[in-house]
């Protein structure tokens, strides 16, 4: 692997995360964080070349929506995949990493902080990286996940915002909103946004801005939520608007996000149960 840059101070240059199912009320346990029922293992990161002509490929599908690809912070999401494709992601300079489930992301944190991890061609990367945590909030596994994480990009409750507190003073998080009305999905509603930011600004927490997934389907069906959520981030004064993934980027960029999550678009398909 050829020598990594410097970490930039500033998002990099230039995410597909599902989100989980919604946890329920906050009086019911939190849901299970596993991967579905018989996963297989990790499938192995493409070539560290191969990552970065498609990083190429997102590059100029975020200038063709009409940005600046050095605006638009690209979160690489490598849920289903081997610590490899972390150390492919700092290497193409993509310092955002994004992981759904608990247990995954620290085990690949802690797989490249094992001694032996990092050699003279292969630098530490586990210093440089920012991991952002993508699946829903549960407070059991807060007290794991503070140590690592640096983005909370989920945080639709005022118990979770309670628990990443108690853990992680002052951390950086978003606040997903559920724009699209449809049943059983992550996230507050606009009309409750606010309210949670205020609370979770008591908290201690540095709320960053807003994060959406919009509904599946044709990408065009998104802008509604997409719209939505930006609209909401610009009354709140919030500067962050995560939206758009490998399939709707396009439109999420022509609403306003500042920030995708990109997986497949990086490192291809996933095996099936990571899905």
Request: glycine share 10%.
């Amino acid at each position: 692997m050829p020598d990594l840059p410097d970490a930039p101070d500033a998002p990099n240059a230039p995410g597909t995360a599902d989100a989980p199912d919604a946890p329920g009320p906050a009086d019911l346990p939190d849901p299970p964080d596993v991967p579905r029922s018989g996963a297989p293992a990790p499938a192995p990161a493409p070539p560290v070349d191969v990552v970065r002509t498609r990083l190429g490929a997102v590059h100029r599908r975020i200038a063709d929506a009409g940005r600046d690809p050095a605006g638009v912070r690209i979160v690489a999401v490598t849920k289903g995949f081997a610590p490899d494709a972390v150390r492919a992601a700092v290497a193409v300079g993509l310092w955002d990493v994004g992981e759904n489930y608990a247990a995954e992301l620290v085990a690949k944190a802690g797989a490249l902080s094992l001694p032996g991890a990092s050699t003279d061609a292969e630098p530490d990367v586990s210093a440089l990286v920012r991991w952002h945590y993508l699946g829903a909030v549960q407070r059991r596994r807060v007290r794991s996940l503070a140590p690592v994480v640096s983005w909370w990009d989920t945080v639709c409750r005022p118990e979770e915002g309670a628990a990443i507190a108690a853990h992680a003073p002052g951390a950086s998080v978003m606040v997903e909103v559920e724009a699209t009305g449809l049943p059983g999905r992550n996230g507050v509603e606009p009309a409750g946004v606010a309210s949670l930011v205020t609370t979770l600004r008591d908290q201690g927490l540095d709320v960053r801005g807003l994060m959406t997934v919009g509904p599946h389907g044709p990408p065009e069906a998104c802008r509604p939520a997409f719209r939505t959520t930006a609209g909401l981030a610009r009354e709140l004064g919030l500067a962050e608007v995560s939206m758009g993934m490998t399939d709707d980027l396009e439109v999420a960029l022509q609403e306003g996000s500042t920030m995708v999550r990109v997986g497949r678009a990086l490192f291809g398909e996933r095996p099936p149960r990571w899905r």
